[in-house]
């Protein structure tokens, strides 16, 4: 019901900054909710930021005050604006959406994007 395109990702040095977006494809009508994951090559896939259906908000620890989650409903997509990045946000990012909000940064998401790759380096 949901195709997640994710872009904006690259590779920047420690300090810079990246806006990565995700272009939603909705099939059908209906509510969902949507959030941002990474995964580092040999961890567990971890939320980021997400949006559930009342506006609340939700970040991670590790990124809460240098990231920040918004979305666009007239253009289904969402945005993850990163900044102060260090070494350890290199990952993979996901988009991720379900129909069931509130999962808030839980890996329970139905729909993912494929994902879009970034390297921050020292």
């Known amino acids: 019901q949901v195709q997640l395109v994710e872009s904006g990702g690259g590779s920047v040095q420690a300090g810079g900054s990246l806006r990565l977006s995700c272009a939603a494809f909705v099939y059908a009508y209906s509510t969902y909710c949507m959030g941002w994951f990474r995964q580092a090559p040999g961890k567990q896939r971890e939320g980021v930021a997400a949006i559930d259906s009342d506006g609340t908000i939700r970040y991670a620890d590790s990124v809460r005050g240098r990231f920040t989650v918004s979305q666009d409903n007239a253009k289904n997509s969402l945005y993850l604006q990163m900044a102060s990045l260090k070494p350890e946000d290199t990952a993979m990012y996901y988009c991720?959406?379900?129909?069931?909000?509130?999962?808030?940064?839980?890996?329970?998401?139905?729909?993912w994007g494929k994902g879009t790759q970034v390297t921050v380096s020292s």
């Open positions: 991720a959406a379900d129909w069931r909000c509130g999962l808030g940064l839980a890996p329970a998401y139905n729909y």
